[in-house]
């Protein structure tokens, strides 16, 4: 699922970068990898039952 979401956004950015200009592509390119991190994050403290991580 990852592996998707992966490939398909990185299309998705290097659409925005030559459609919409580098600033655009670049403000969402940030606004996926804080959700990809928070993503990450809650996902690491689920799996650690005893919330050393996070």
């Known amino acids: 699922m990852w592996i998707v979401f992966g490939a398909g ?3 998705t950015l ?8 580098t ?6 390119g940030l606004m996926a990898v804080a959700f990809v991190a928070l993503g990450l994050s809650c996902y690491f403290d689920i799996m650690d039952s005893d919330g050393i991580v996070g």
């Open 9 to 11: 956004f990185l299309l």
């Open 14 to 21: 290097i659409e925005l970068i030559y459609s919409a200009g």
């Open 23 to 28: 600033i655009t592509a670049a403000k969402y």
